[in-house]
C-alpha cells in the first residue's frame, strides 16, 4: 500500500519564480492538506483541498495556490517567489471526516 | 494559537524514560503526536481526545489533561530510535474538515 508520495524532492529557484509542487495521497484518501516547515518549526498549514474545491486556508497570501484533481493528486503553486519562502513542504493526506493525516516525504525549496 | 512544548530539547541515555508536555491556551479537544526524524516526513504516533479515549502508538503512551489544557507524551526505557523531533497538534476544525497546528517540537536524542 503506497504511502504519500511527492515530487521533487529538492528544487531550487530564484526570486520571482514559480514553482510547482506535487502530491499523490495515500491509497482510500481523499482530502489533501499542505504544510510548510521552516528550519526548526513545526509544519504551518497552507490550505486543504477536498472533491477538488480548496475548502479552508491558513495564514498563507494569495501567491500560494493549489489544485485538486479527480483522482485526489493535488498541486502546490507558488509565485513570486520570495527568500522566505524557503522552506520544507509537506503534504499531508485523510479520509474526509477522519482525524489522522499522513505525510508525504515533502519537497525542500531552496529560493536564492 | 499554537499550541506550546516543553521541553524544547531532551538528552538521554538509552533505557531513561521522558515527557514531552504539550499546552493550549484554548479549549482542547483532541491532541496528536507525531515524530520526524531528520530529513524525513512527520511520523504519526497517536491521538489523544477529549473524554480520555488514546489511539495509536504500542510503546508510548500519552495522556489528555482537559482541565490544564495539556497533554503529555510519556517515552519509557527509550531506545536509540526514539531520537528524532516530537510534534504535537491541536486541531482547526470546520463544516467540512479539520487541519493541525503543530508545536514548535521538542528535540529528544538518543545515546547509547
Known amino acids: 500500500d503506497a504511502g504519500v508520495t511527492q515530487s521533487p524532492t529538492h528544487l531550487i529557484k530564484t526570486r520571482g519564480q514559480q514553482v510547482t509542487l506535487r502530491c499523490s495521497p495515500k491509497?482510500?484518501?481523499?482530502?489533501v492538506s499542505w504544510y510548510q516547515q521552516a528550519l526548526g518549526q513545526g509544519p504551518q498549514f497552507i490550505f486543504q483541498y477536498y472533491e477538488e474545491e480548496e475548502r479552508q486556508r491558513g495564514n498563507f497570501p494569495d501567491r500560494f495556490s493549489g489544485h485538486q484533481f479527480p483522482n485526489y493528486s493535488s498541486e502546490l503553486n507558488v509565485n513570486a517567489l520570495l527568500l522566505g519562502d524557503s522552506a520544507l513542504y509537506l503534504c499531508?493526506?485523510?479520509?474526509?471526516?477522519?482525524?489522522?493525516?499522513?505525510f508525504g516525504p515533502g519537497t525542500r525549496l531552496l529560493v536564492l | 494559537q499554537q499550541p506550546v512544548q516543553s521541553p524544547q530539547a531532551v538528552i538521554l541515555r538509552e533505557g531513561e524514560d521522558a515527557v514531552i508536555n504539550c499546552s493550549s491556551s484554548k479549549a482542547l479537544y483532541s491532541v496528536h503526536w507525531y515524530r520526524q526524524k531528520h530529513g524525513e516526513a512527520p511520523v504519526f504516533l497517536m491521538i489523544l481526545l477529549k473524554g480520555g479515549e488514546q489511539k495509536g502508538h504500542d510503546k508510548i503512551s500519552a495522556s489528555f489533561n482537559e482541565k490544564k489544557q495539556q497533554s503529555s507524551l510519556y517515552l519509557t526505557a527509550s531506545q536509540l530510535s526514539y531520537s528524532g523531533t516530537y510534534f504535537c497538534?491541536?486541531?482547526?476544525?470546520?463544516?467540512?474538515?479539520?487541519?493541525?497546528?503543530f508545536g514548535k517540537g521538542t528535540t529528544l536524542s538518543v545515546s547509547s
Open positions: 497538534g491541536t486541531e482547526i476544525s470546520w463544516q467540512a474538515g479539520t487541519a493541525l497546528i
Open positions: 499531508a493526506s485523510s479520509r474526509q471526516y477522519q482525524e489522522t493525516q499522513y
Open positions: 491509497s482510500g484518501h481523499d482530502t
